[in-house]
């Protein structure tokens, strides 16, 4: 959703996760769009640090300057409360939250290399709802890595500013991706999770492509810091009632 906004709104996209032959397939169908931008995929595993090296190494090989870098990797776990695995805190956080910052600063020069006064470099990452409600749905390490990662989003738009890069981050509410299939993949699935949404609907593609365009074009030069609600209306919903019947 996100590679799809760019290369309609001009950007050179590049596309990298384990799955390289998948980042390839989505490249040459975003080509095919005949749209401003372009993109290339090819593979990139961030849940080891040799595995981050080689990703920066891959970057570098590509180009010498980066105008965003869009963290979105990530991973979940679900479990009761009683049988919640030690070593899912150590997987979710360190590809959820450490990978993210050991990217990013490997990056950073790039990012430093293409940022001006009027046009910064953007460092979007990506959070989630979870991150700013209190609740796990049983993905209790997942919904502590994402609050994590919109407190290190403010703390790096606070240390990156001097070097004219903004760093936001999303808060997504339900969208349908390979993560949430198991509750949104089909329509019925779909409009029950969105019957949950005080929107009455889970998101589209349209509503994560203007949001990145937004921020990533000249409207959003000036904002740095932010935590974007993507999620519906759902990061303001509560049951609490004092005294209206």
């Known amino acids: 959703m996100i590679a799809t906004g760019l290369v309609q709104g001009g950007a050179h996209v590049m596309i990298a996760s384990r799955k390289a032959e998948d980042c390839e397939t989505v490249a040459s169908e975003l080509n095919a769009l005949d749209a401003a931008g372009s993109a290339e995929g090819f593979g990139g595993d961030v849940s080891t640090e040799e595995g981050l090296e080689a990703l920066t190494a891959e970057v570098k090989k590509r180009t010498d300057k980066l105008d965003i870098l869009v963290n979105n990797a990530g991973v979940s776990w679900g479990a009761s409360f009683e049988d919640f695995p030690y070593h899912a805190w150590q997987k979710v956080m360190g590809i959820n939250v450490a990978a993210l910052f050991e990217l990013t600063r490997n990056l950073t020069p790039l990012l430093e290399a293409a940022a001006s006064d009027d046009d910064p470099a953007r460092v979007i990452n990506i959070g989630s709802v979870m991150g700013t409600q209190p609740m796990a749905d049983g993905a209790y390490s997942y919904t502590a890595s994402k609050a994590a990662v919109h407190h290190l989003t403010r703390t790096l738009a606070n240390e990156f500013a001097d070097r004219r890069i903004t760093v936001n981050a999303f808060a997504p509410g339900p969208f349908r991706s390979r993560m949430t299939a198991f509750a949104t993949a089909s329509e019925e699935q779909a409009e029950t999770?969105?019957?949950?949404?005080?929107?009455?609907?889970?998101?589209?593609?349209?509503d994560m492509a203007g949001a990145i365009l937004f921020l990533c074009s000249r409207a959003g030069a000036y904002v740095s810091g932010a935590?974007?609600?993507?999620?519906?209306?759902?990061?303001?919903?509560?049951?609490?009632?004092?005294?209206?019947?």
């Not at 999770?193 to 349209?206: A, F, K, Q």
């Open 193 to 206: 999770v969105g019957n949950r949404v005080p929107l009455g609907r889970i998101g589209s593609p349209e």
């Open 227 to 245: 935590i974007l609600p993507l999620d519906g209306g759902q990061s303001v919903q509560h049951g609490m009632k004092l005294f209206q019947e």
